[in-house]
């Protein structure tokens, strides 16, 4: 088999830390005959030392335009913005363009022109029709972090808005900053949150329940719900019941709202709605009480009901940022088996998938 050439590309949207390849990954692909090329970043959790270490070629940021024809681009977020120059490399990120999203004709017309391809990560699946490797585990955990630590700051420090969020180094520094917090609101409030995941057997799911027993939250107030428990149909009340709801399920067709605006206008401990999966502008969306998303910057939006007990929403649409490190070792480490099977991609069902799925959202586009 030839030698695969990997060319990571510093991320271009902001505030973004996490890397699809990290230098322990590097280091096993090397050991398998890749060669590999990273650009440098500032941005990144990973210091440009820790990759030259393992034996990475250092480039300046943005030189993937002229990288080698063969080379694979890797990345995670899009590509630079307000650029409609053709692209004729193949391009292994998440493109998000196979959903009709905003602009998605545009992004595959450019790869379409320049004779290149989109891998789209998001797409690539095994046998059983999983996800190889997607950043759930994080996102629900993160989420968790976040949904306890501003149910804290409303026992602590009501009059305050929940202030901006910066990622955090480790899993280590995130966990005991929440728990001191929850051990000084639950003084105050002399009892511990329940908190409700819905989707709780999920990837993403068992992130939001690990999170909770990490902070102490003990575990008869872990209420874990899925398929099961929602057979009947929503709204329902069991949440109203919980003062952290955090929302963890994969939305593949219409369901009955688990809460509603009036919903909300009854009794209820409920105070914090962490939406992890945020399907915010999807007319299915099954939390109909808010309509924004919002940012590491202003991470809550409350929701006025007739009820004077406060109820904020999160809705972060990249989550596991709040732990660059730990969710791109995982996601890395995840895509590994894949990336390793590059060297028969005109043979490896992921890869021979991936492309025939481009080919198809290819074909629905006028040039």
Same mark, same amino acid.
């Given at each position: 088999?030839?030698?695969?050439? !990997?060319?990571?590309?510093?991320?271009?949207?902001?505030?973004?830390?996490?890397?699809?390849?990290?230098?322990?990954?590097? %280091?096993?692909?090397?050991?398998?005959?890749?060669?590999?090329?990273?650009?440098?970043?500032?941005?990144?959790?990973? *210091? *440009?030392?820790?990759?030259?270490?393992?034996?990475?070629?250092?480039? =300046?940021?943005?030189?993937?335009?002229?990288?080698? !024809?063969?080379?694979?681009?890797?990345?995670?977020?899009?590509?630079?913005?307000?650029?409609?120059?053709?692209?004729?490399?193949?391009?292994?990120?998440?493109?998000?363009?196979?959903?009709n999203q905003d602009g998605?004709?545009?992004?595959?017309?450019?790869?379409?022109?320049?004779?290149?391809?989109?891998?789209?990560?998001?797409?690539?699946? *095994?046998?059983?029709?999983?996800?190889?490797?997607?950043?759930? #585990?994080?996102?629900?955990?993160?989420?968790?972090?976040?949904?306890?630590?501003?149910?804290?700051?409303?026992?602590?420090?009501?009059?305050?808005? #929940? =202030?901006?969020?910066?990622? #955090?180094?480790?899993?280590?520094?995130?966990?005991?900053?929440?728990?001191?917090?929850?051990?000084?609101?639950?003084?105050?409030? %002399?009892?511990?949150?329940?908190?409700?995941?819905?989707?709780?057997?999920?990837?993403?799911?068992?992130?939001?329940?690990?999170?909770?027993?990490?902070?102490?939250?003990?575990?008869?107030?872990?209420?874990?719900?899925?398929?099961?428990?929602?057979?009947?149909?929503? =709204?329902?009340?069991?949440?109203?019941?919980?003062?952290?709801?955090?929302?963890?399920?994969?939305?593949?067709?219409?369901?009955?709202?688990?809460?509603?605006?009036?919903?909300?206008?009854?009794?209820?401990?409920?105070?914090?709605?962490?939406?992890?999966?945020?399907?915010?502008?999807?007319?299915?969306?099954?939390?109909?009480?808010?309509?924004?998303?919002?940012?590491?910057?202003?991470?809550?939006?409350?929701?006025?009901?007739?009820?004077?007990?406060?109820?904020?929403?999160?809705?972060? *649409?990249?989550? =596991?940022?709040?732990?660059?490190?730990?969710?791109?070792?995982?996601?890395?480490?995840?895509?590994?088996?894949s990336l390793l099977q590059?060297?028969?991609?005109?043979?490896?069902?992921?890869?021979?998938?991936?492309?025939?799925?481009?080919?198809?959202?290819?074909?629905?586009?006028?040039?």
């Open positions: 088999a030839e030698m695969v050439h !990997l060319w990571l590309r510093a991320e271009t949207k902001p505030k973004e830390h996490r890397a699809a390849l990290t230098p322990s990954t590097c %280091q096993t692909l090397f050991q398998h005959g890749f060669q590999i090329t990273v650009e440098k970043s500032k941005e990144r959790i990973f *210091d *440009d030392e820790e990759y030259e270490k393992v034996g990475c070629v250092m480039v =300046p940021m943005g030189t993937w335009r002229t990288a080698p !024809l063969e080379a694979y681009i890797v990345g995670l977020k899009e590509l630079p913005e307000n650029d409609d120059s053709p692209l004729s490399h193949s391009h292994i990120f998440f493109a998000h363009c196979y959903k998605w004709k545009e992004i595959i017309r450019r790869f379409v022109k320049g004779n290149g391809i989109i891998l789209d990560m998001e797409f690539l699946t *095994d046998e059983k029709n999983r996800r190889v490797a997607a950043f759930g #585990y994080h996102a629900g955990f993160s989420g968790t972090a976040l949904g306890l630590d501003v149910w804290a700051q409303q026992r602590l420090d009501p009059k305050q808005k #929940y =202030p901006e969020v910066l990622p #955090y180094p480790n899993e280590n520094g995130l966990i005991s900053h929440i728990k001191s917090r929850l051990e000084s609101a639950i003084k105050l409030n %002399q009892r511990s949150p329940r908190v409700m995941v819905m989707g709780a057997l999920g990837r993403c799911g068992r992130g939001a329940t690990d999170f909770a027993s990490k902070a102490g939250i003990p575990e008869e107030n872990i209420i874990k719900w899925d398929i099961e428990e929602t057979k009947r149909g929503g =709204p329902f009340p069991e949440i109203l019941e919980s003062d952290v709801f955090v929302n963890c399920i994969y939305l593949n067709q219409k369901i009955p709202p688990f809460i509603t605006k009036e919903f909300l206008d009854k009794p209820r401990q409920l105070s914090v709605v962490v939406d992890v999966s945020c399907d915010t502008t999807n007319p299915n969306n099954p939390l109909p009480i808010y309509t924004v998303n919002t940012t590491f910057g202003n991470p809550t939006v409350s929701v006025e009901t007739k009820n004077p007990h406060p109820l904020e929403v999160i809705s972060i *649409d990249h989550l =596991p940022t709040l732990l660059p490190r730990e969710s791109s070792e995982q996601f890395s480490r995840d895509l590994l088996p590059l060297s028969e991609r005109d043979s490896a069902r992921v890869w021979v998938d991936a492309e025939k799925l481009f080919r198809e959202k290819a074909s629905l586009i006028d040039l």
